[in-house]
């Protein structure tokens, strides 16, 4: 341990039932610095750790009152246990071994060298400060710029992170709204992780995606036998988040038939297998979203009013990212080291003026569409920076190209060149169409005529999602 180290003494616990190896091991240990504690046997090693927290431990195996297998199964299934080093006697490694994977750091072998015993210590305290300055750097960030895996600091984001904090801790239903791509599902995420059913499943549900005539079996499954195809009994997701969370995802995209079969497992609290006839009952906690108006989709009779009351015990509605700008950057930079993981190479950074050019957008497809966009850029960019021309154009001027002036590609043959023609013009007219509808998915599909799903499918087809 170096000068440098010692402004942080850590203590660590020598037991074992020899007082003279442990005055040999506290002598070779104290010169370098560290707290040293003693224990001599392996009911009082255990009663040490769980009182006095030792950073390690240097354990024999072989001690009286409690084994020094069994005290190792204690002192690891502790709160923050200590790294323990075994020692055992030379040519019982296998018996070390076994102990490592218990959960021991290292072991070292009577008789030892002085040197071994303090290099083994020293690579344990490594460990040590390294974890305490990771741990330090994630606190740093959940109190600076994130929460969870949501990241921002901005006023409106942190209501929503304090909104997040408060519901988590009540079992209610919570109904999260906001345009398409401002992180919903992550906000449910948050909210199960922060809850008591953390250990129970969250089961998530694409309610858009479920066609009307399978909703029964997917929601509460099926017996053997039920209709053709059910060649076994199958659990539903009602079932299947039994103790844990059930998020149910675009519920303003739900059918009518939807919609009667969810309030009516809301309002009984039992459902039977299609094709059962046992009532079963479940303990799961409702989350739904949507990017809709739901109150709107009331009005037109398009959702029932009864179900929005039983969805919507407390509302979260999530703010657009061009009310959060100050968070674009934060984002931007965190994005940039998730993709650049993701494919191992790219820049490592992003320049001022590229920073300002994405502050500067309105982001109608919000935090997905900045993710989109700075994936674009590590795969494409050059340097080891992103620079305000690697940025994709229609990302950062969704304007600028105008359909009438979309390039033709002389150098290309006919049939390559209409189809880059095309795909420029449907990138150009889509973005322009999903920007006056502020983001909203559902709302530019109805204006242009076309299915949500398919309108999503093409976006990511187009490389927009």
């Known amino acids: 341990m170096t000068d440098n180290d010692k402004t942080e003494i850590l203590k660590v616990l020598i037991a074992d039932d020899e007082p003279a190896s442990r005055f040999g091991m506290k002598r070779a240990l104290q010169k370098q610095g560290y707290l040293i504690l003693e224990a001599a046997d392996g009911r009082e090693a255990v009663r040490i750790c769980r009182e006095q927290r030792p950073e390690i431990a240097l354990l024999d195996l072989n001690m ?26 030379y040519g019982s490694e296998k018996v070390a071994v076994d102990a490592m994977k218990n959960g021991a750091y290292d072991y070292v072998a009577k008789p030892y060298e002085v040197d071994e015993l303090r290099m083994a210590v020293a690579r344990a305290a490594e460990t040590v400060m390294l974890r305490r300055e990771a741990e330090k750097l994630r606190s740093e ?31 209610v239903a919570v109904l999260i709204t906001g345009e398409s791509g401002t992180g ?129 015990v407390v509302e979260i509605v999530l703010p657009p990212l061009r009310e959060r700008p100050e968070d674009i950057p934060l984002l931007a930079e965190h994005f940039l080291g998730v993709m650049v993981r993701k494919h191992g190479r790219g820049p490592r950074a992003i320049t001022p003026d590229a920073v300002k050019a994405l502050v500067a957008q309105p982001w109608p497809g919000n935090i997905r569409q900045l993710a989109n966009a700075i994936e674009n850029c590590v795969v494409m960019a050059s340097g080891d920076e992103v620079r305000l021309e690697d940025l994709p154009e229609d990302i950062v001027k969704p304007g ?66």
Do not use: W
């Open 184 to 312: 919903k599902e992550l906000a449910a995420r948050e909210i199960h992780a922060r809850s008591r059913r953390s250990a129970g499943p969250l089961i998530v549900v694409n309610s858009a995606a479920m066609p009307e005539t399978l909703v029964e079996s997917e929601l509460f499954g099926c017996e053997k036998g039920a209709f053709t195809g059910a060649e076994e009994q199958r659990q539903g997701k009602f079932e299947l988040a039994d103790g844990g969370t059930l998020f149910l995802d675009e519920i303003g995209d739900m059918s009518a038939g939807t919609q009667a079969k969810i309030l009516r497992i809301l309002e009984e609290q039992t459902f039977e297998r299609l094709g059962g006839g046992a009532s079963i009952r479940v303990n799961v906690r409702l989350i739904s979203a949507t990017n809709r108006d739901i109150r709107k989709l009331i009005e037109t009779e398009r959702f029932r009013e009864d179900l929005y009351f039983r969805l919507k």
């Open 141 to 171: 960030v959940r109190q600076g710029v994130g929460f969870g895996r949501m990241v921002g600091q901005s006023a409106a984001i942190r209501q929503v992170f304090s909104a997040i904090e408060k519901v988590a801790a009540a079992d």
């Open 400 to 465: 600028a190209a105008d359909a009438s002036a979309i390039a033709v590609r002389h150098d290309l043959p006919f049939r390559e060149a209409k189809q880059e023609f095309v795909r420029s013009f449907e990138r150009t007219y889509l973005l322009r169409k999903l920007e006056e509808n502020d983001g909203n998915i559902s709302r530019t599909a109805e204006a242009l005529g076309m299915q949500r799903q398919n309108l999503q499918q093409k976006l990511r087809d187009l490389g927009t999602r």
């Open 64 to 89: 009286p009152k409690l084994a020094g297998m069994k005290a190792l199964e204690k002192i690891v299934a502790a709160d923050n246990p200590p790294l323990v080093i075994v020692v055992t006697a």
